[in-house]
T-cell receptor, first 116, second 113 residues
Framework: AQKITQTQPGMFVQEKEAVTLDCTYDTSDPSYGLFWYKQPSSGEMIFLIYQGSYDQQNATEGRYSLNFQKARKSANLVISASQLGDSAMYFCAMRERNQAGTALIFGKGTTLSVSS | EADIYQTPRYLVIGTGKKITLECSQTMGHDKMYWYQQDPGMELHLIHYSYGVNSTEKGDLSSESTVSRIRTEHFPLTLESARPSHTSQYLC????????????FGNGTRLTVT
């Protein structure tokens, strides 16, 4: 069963607009962590933001925020004021405590295209 | 600047050749990982290591092997390359601490002809 689901293969947004990239996850462990990564066309993976399952507040990092809805098992990434440089593939990933050390499980990704 | 280095960046090699993809990190991270990623697709874990002399296979079956003789070095070896091995290989490392993100190298794009 897929642990991380990203249902949007592609998203299109204009500069300066906000965009939400969806991510749902599946786990029975009460302790887990959720990550978002950005992968530009050059191929490197850039860490954006982290949310722990016990964190009371939604994580924020500059223009990135994570809309964490624990009961719905969703961890959507919100990018405010999109820029052309935000065009990239975005991956949601999860680490479960009971598999500590087994690394992150990634979703299939969402391609974001920002136009001027 | 990168603290985790992968070489080569690109590699084109013939079927049957033995290859080693290099990965080194200067952050003193205990955990290191190898992921395989086809273009535009998700990452699949193929190997990981908790520390020196510790290696484990990941979720994706792979014909490659790894070694971890030094903390900073985690090479991946294909004994006999095949066209099905054509892919991008991403190395990563992290602290052994909850919430610590993986730091990725720039990847090796492998093409087996």
């Amino acid at each position: 069963a897929q642990k991380i689901t990203q249902t949007q293969p592609g998203m299109f947004v204009q500069e300066k607009e906000a965009v939400t990239l969806d991510c749902t996850y599946d786990t029975s462990d009460p302790s887990y962590g959720l990550f978002w990564y950005k992968q530009p066309s050059s191929g490197e993976m850039i860490f954006l933001i982290y949310q722990g399952s016990y964190d009371q507040q939604n994580a924020t990092e500059g223009r990135y925020s994570l809309n964490f809805q624990k009961a719905r098992k969703s961890a959507n990434l919100v990018i405010s004021a999109s820029q052309l440089g935000d065009s990239a593939m975005y991956f949601c990933a999860m680490r479960e405590r009971n598999q500590a050390g087994t690394a992150l499980i990634f979703g299939k990704g969402t391609t974001l295209s920002v136009s001027s | 600047e990168a603290d985790i280095y992968q070489t080569p960046r690109y590699l084109v090699i013939g079927t049957g050749k033995k290859i080693t993809l290099e990965c080194s990190q200067t952050m003193g991270h205990d955990k290191m990982y190898w992921y395989q990623q086809d273009p535009g697709m998700e990452l699949h874990l193929i190997h990981y290591s908790y520390g020196v002399n510790s290696t484990e296979k990941g979720d994706l079956s792979s014909e490659s092997t790894v070694s971890r003789i030094r903390t900073e070095h985690f090479p991946l070896t294909l004994e006999s390359a095949r066209p099905s091995h054509t892919s991008q290989y991403l190395c990563a490392s992290s602290l052994n601490r909850e919430g610590s993100p993986l730091h990725f190298g720039n990847g090796t794009r492998l093409t087996v002809t």
